[in-house]
């Protein structure tokens, strides 16, 4: 394995599902599985001992679900470069909500296609992106928007974003939409690289893990507000 070889653990309590996407991930010449969990509690050891660029992670899995197992991995600070991509029946799933304030860095349904698998691996190792932007919209509409307020690390006043500049909240603003750092770029007539560079500064002024947890501070702090339920949108 390079150094610039895409490791991934696996975590899922169904063995088909786990050989399936293992033989897949393997065959890609930048991608290989290092270990495989079936429960979330394995999952948080595995990640501890093999320190995997990305872990895919099941939600509903005995002993330890999803969503707490990937709480205590993205809580360990000797586990920041590793990235947690949550495998979902639904894409639009409330469970995934939870998923992304404990620190996962994007989402996908277990339907996906095999490329689009592959890509989902690289960009959350890459940490550019959310992946599905539609469905990331949506999902935070839903859900991150109305946070559960007795729980205070799911609020964010909007004095955070003082320290932010006019043009890095813009930046953080356009994210919070799905949009990638090339679509920012061609929308404002930039450079990809420029927007890289704000959208980077951003998150290091706000503590942002990665550009997930960015999108939900955007919505938590009312940068970008939610569509009203049913909403058009374009």
Request: glycine letters at 6%; one cysteine or more; aromatic letters at 4%.
């Amino acid at each position: 394995m390079t150094d610039s070889t895409i490791s991934v653990l696996l975590a899922d309590d169904q063995a088909l599902l786990r050989e399936a996407f293992a033989a897949l991930l393997d065959a890609a010449d930048d991608i290989t599985v290092v270990g495989e969990a079936t429960n979330g509690r394995q999952a948080v050891e595995l990640t501890r001992e093999l320190r995997p660029s990305v872990v895919i992670m099941d939600i509903r899995m005995p002993e330890l679900d999803g969503i707490a197992a990937t709480a205590q991995i993205c809580a360990d600070q000797e586990l920041n470069a590793t990235r947690i991509l949550i495998l979902t029946t639904f894409e639009i799933d409330e469970y995934v909500a939870g998923a992304l304030r404990a620190g996962a860095s994007g989402f996908v349904g277990k339907g996906i296609a095999a490329g689009d698998l592959l890509a989902a691996v690289r960009t959350v190792a890459s940490g550019e992106t959310l992946l599905s932007p539609a469905a990331t919209r949506a999902l935070v509409a839903r859900f991150l928007a109305t946070p559960d307020h007795s729980d205070d690390t799911l609020t964010s006043p909007p004095q955070r974003l003082a320290s932010l500049t006019a043009r890095e909240r813009e930046m953080v603003a356009l994210a919070a939409t799905g949009l990638s750092n090339q679509d920012i770029a061609e929308r404002m007539f930039l450079s990809p690289f420029t927007v890289r560079s704000h959208v980077h500064r951003a998150m290091t002024k706000l503590g942002a893990r990665d550009r997930a947890q960015l999108v939900v501070i955007a919505y938590q702090t009312g940068l970008v507000r939610a569509d009203p339920p049913g909403a058009p949108r374009d």
